[in-house]
């Protein structure tokens, strides 16, 4: 009888499912407040809207061009209208938008801009650099922030990642024509930028003493120097990224340690991989190496790297090692390049094992690539007790 009963209560309820529609409700934190358009009440500053907003609100801005730098510390959502139209002017000043004391606010929101023509297009500070007096509370820094479809230009810095920036999400931007697109500064950790479009400036993206963070997805061509140049940082992971036609360098890692460079596609810039200074225990892996001008990867001063599975095609050097030792290249093709592999200038120890080296005009050379045709070169250069292990060399 009781199983007979709640078989009754299950089919009612399922049938009362049936009938009543399910609602989804939306929850509306805090007030909007309007900037420019003709409705009562709005504002005709960006800045007079922020002062009055409180945690929590959105401050909507309709089209226009607005000549202001603007500054505030609230958890606030701020949107434009349409990012083409919807124009902020710091008609060169220092801060378009100023983000300040971050670390206390509990999220931010901006989207929807075009933000030009100042020192900093957004400068995200957290107030946690050496020269702030701030006291988090609990000693912990869980804020985050997001920055998405806004329109960086003409800005000596696109966007700055202040001390200890963490959890900031930068996403679906266009940073083009700035000094320098992105800056990380030191300590910005675990934070993620991805699906922008990173054209035209003197640099893509630079991290200094900067770890954990992930790049994916995005776009960076067209850089004067390097598209992206890490000094001193650890543990980031940039995949899937396009690092197209820049100038210098697809990537630049100067003295960093343990990032994973996964399934870009590198291409055409002068040098696709720079290690340089002491960068070690790097893994670089299933990436495309071609038709970069000069090398594909480039070792100076760096061991214990991992090359692995990577193809490097239509270089003037496929790899090349100058002082570098103990490094790891494995099952990489290695096609159509002037110069296959090359180690010289005291490189030792590294392990070259299971690569497919083909249709190069030379396909490793031992020595320097201006001298190789000398028998001595060999004792001279100091590039010894290297493992050549199983690679398959071919020309057609």
């Known amino acids: ?13 399922l049938i009362l499912l049936t009938i009543v529609p399910v609602t989804h409700c939306t929850i509306i934190n805090g007030n909007t407040l309007y900037v420019g358009g003709t409705g009562e009440g709005n504002y005709t500053k960006i800045q007079d809207a922020i002062d009055n907003a409180s945690d929590g609100d959105t401050v909507f801005v309709f089209n226009g061009i607005y000549y202001e730098n603007i500054e505030f510390e609230k958890s606030i959502e701020l949107i434009g209208e349409d990012r083409n139209e919807t124009i902020i002017d710091g008609d060169g000043g220092l801060m378009v938008v100023s983000l300040n004391n971050m670390a206390l606010v509990d999220s931010v929101s901006i989207k929807g801009f075009t933000i030009q023509n100042g020192r900093c297009g ?6 946690l650099n050496i020269y702030s007096n701030i006291n988090l509370p609990n000693n912990k820094h869980s804020s985050s922030a997001r920055f998405s479809n806004n329109i960086l230009i003409n800005n000596e810095f ?4 202040g001390w200890w920036s963490e959890n900031v999400y930068l ?21 993620k930028v991805y699906e922008n479009s990173i054209t035209d400036n003197d640099y893509g993206i630079c991290a200094e003493y900067s770890c954990f963070n992930n790049i994916f997805d995005n776009f960076i061509s067209s850089n004067k120097n390097d598209g992206l140049y890490l000094f001193k940082s650890c543990g980031n992971t940039i995949t899937s990224n396009t690092v197209f036609k820049n100038k210098n360098n697809g990537i630049y890692l100067v003295s960093c340690d343990q990032n994973n460079i996964e399934n870009n596609k590198i291409l055409n810039n002068d040098i696709g991989l720079w290690l340089d200074s002491d960068s070690s225990l790097n893994d670089i892996e299933g990436n495309n190496f071609s038709n970069n001008d000069w090398k594909g990867i480039l070792f100076t001063s760096s061991s214990k790297n991992i090359i692995k599975n990577n193809k490097i095609s239509n270089s003037e050097h496929s790899i090349i090692f100058s ?29 070259i094992l299971g690569n497919k080296i083909s249709d190069n005009l030379y396909g490793m050379i031992i020595g320097d690539p201006i001298l190789f045709t000398l028998s001595t070169v060999n004792i001279i250069d100091g590039s010894n007790f290297n493992r050549i292990i199983k690679n398959n060399f071919h020309k057609k």
Do not use: C, H, Q, W
């Not at 490094?327 to 390049?337: A, E, V």
């Open 122 to 127: 957004i400068n995200y500070d957290t107030g």
């Open 1 to 13: 009888m009781k199983k007979n009963k709640l078989a009754i209560v299950f089919t009612f309820l």
């Open 171 to 191: 996403y679906n931007n266009i940073i083009m024509k700035n000094r320098r697109g992105i800056l990380l500064e030191p300590n910005s950790i675990s934070n």
């Open 158 to 161: 696109g966007i700055i990642f």
């Open 323 to 351: 002082n570098s030792s103990y490094n790891n290249i494995s099952g990489n093709i290695i096609t159509k390049n002037s110069f296959g592999i090359n180690i010289y200038n005291k490189s030792k120890y590294n392990t």
